[in-house]
């Protein structure tokens, strides 16, 4: 998978088909709100995956939240395919996981 920096315009419709992320500094970020016994496999899975994909995102865990943000080291901190890509497969992992995507902050 190429680490090309993504326009605007396909970012843009990347994220119609990933409901609650959203940009924020340069990087695609979503919460998942999940409950505290549910966290930790839920970031096992996605870890796996993550090193399935050799693709890492920046993970705080804060309560029942885990939050992700992720952007292409490789390709000077743009966001590329990789990320669109392990943005979705997160996404996947949570509804097996009993995490529910949490709205944008307007904030
Ligand atoms: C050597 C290894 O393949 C690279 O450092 C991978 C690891 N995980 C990564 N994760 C992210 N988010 N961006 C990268 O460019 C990246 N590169």
Redesign the pocket.
Same mark, same amino acid.
């Given at each position: 998978m190429p680490?090309t920096p993504l326009t605007d315009d396909q970012i843009a419709k990347a994220l119609e088909g990933l409901p609650g992320w959203h940009v924020e500094n340069g990087e695609l970020t979503a919460a998942y709100k999940s409950g505290r016994a549910d966290i930790v496999p839920f970031y096992a899975a996605v870890a796996a995956a993550e090193d399935e994909a050799?693709? %890492? +995102?920046r993970v705080t865990i804060l309560y029942g939240t885990i939050s992700f943000a992720?952007?292409? %080291?490789? +390709?000077g901190g743009a966001i590329t395919e990789?990320d669109t890509a392990l943005a979705s497969t997160i996404a996947a992992l949570a509804a097996g996981h009993d995490a529910t995507v949490t709205a944008r902050s307007t904030g």
């Open positions: 680490a050799d693709h %890492h +995102a992720l952007n292409t %080291h490789d +390709a990789k």
